[in-house]
């Protein structure tokens, strides 16, 4: 069923289990949450959905992912599991660069019909707002191209998409030996022309030593600024490049990956009140053994927010509910940790607290009914899909009650 014939959301849903495990009732009119509460309090309503004692939750938040590319990256698996390293096969011509050839070579609706199918899985299991990240186009030209598919992947398919220009990804291969030059096209050109033309949510930069350096992500950084478009980081994966502390000045929603993040980079980003992101499908891909500083962060106030990262190189991860496992499993996150990182701080991660992450009396009506006893479970299970039904922009958009 396409999202606008799917049915109205609008009524009573009664018959429910909070995350605390109290029954509860949730009013829905005009597509938003106009009640939450007990139910022998709930406000009369002519329909009624019965969620027959279903765990709610609020609709799920994929808060980083590189969703539209071309082709896929199978043979660099193979070239890591013999010995190379993300680093050696980057440096070898393969990495992002290799996506960037396959995304160039796509048209638009080649990668809008592959997006699709990946969007769906993301969708079937409860997510109601997602990041969509640029950076595999690397020219205006593609870079474009890549936007303007995840724009109509929100409008396909009922959910809200936030873009994020990544055109500071990787150097792309006419511009070896000139990072500054391409730096400059970045700023100057490129991000100009696709603010214009309403494409870009966030800006974001790789600040590594394959990638960025932290005078280039700062330039970055000012253009946005002066833009007035919020900014986020992938920062800190493989090295400590002091990028998240600048991020933090810089105001940024979120930071990314931080697994060499320091005691510095987590104090700025409490102070900034910047999200830290964990991704632990890439550490995981990765053979990654460096953890993030999940103890300091915690000890700090930063909140944590855990999303896919869904790329073709480091994680072609299809499940939210599988990254809060391994949240949980390989991080050392607690369950409440996990779900908070799936929905309210995946949420603020994209400047979208007001609208997702909540079920609150006011907002958009996202969210899912879950076919579970316990909420711990959410994390428990991996490779299933214990899904009810979800309510997506005011609609029965998954499933059936
Ligand atoms: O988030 N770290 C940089 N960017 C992506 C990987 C992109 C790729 O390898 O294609 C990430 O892990
Ligand atoms: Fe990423």
Known sequence: MTFDASPSADGLWTNLRSLDGQPCAIAVVDGRIAWTGAPDAAPAHTTRHDGQGALVTPGLVDCHTHLVYGGQRANEFAMRLAGATYEEVARAGGGIVSSVRATREASEDDLFT??????????????????????????????????????????????????????????PPEYAGRSQDYTDLVCREMLPALHAEGLVDAVDVFCERIAFSLAET???????????????????????????????????????HIEHLSQEGVDAMAAGCTVAVLLPGAYYTLRDTHLPPIAALRAAGVPMAVSTDHNPGTSPALSLLLMANMACTLFRLTVPEAIAGITTHAARALGLQATHGAIAVGMPANFVLWTLQDAAELAYWFGQRPVRCVVRQGRIAEGAV
């Open 114 to 171: 592959s997006a699709s199918a990946r969007l769906q899985s993301l969708l079937a299991e409860g997510v109601c707002a997602i990041e969509i990240k640029s950076g595999y186009g690397l020219s205006l030209e593609h870079e474009r191209k890549q936007l303007r598919v995840a724009r109509r992947l929100g409008e396909a398919h009922g959910v809200t998409v936030r873009t994020t220009f990544l055109g500071a990804h990787a150097l």
């Open 218 to 256: 700062e330039q970055v950084f000012q253009a946005a600024q002066v833009l007035g478009i919020p900014v986020k980081l992938h920062a800190e994966q493989l090295s400590d490049m002091g990028g998240a502390a600048l991020a933090a000045r810089y105001g940024a929603l979120s930071c990314d």
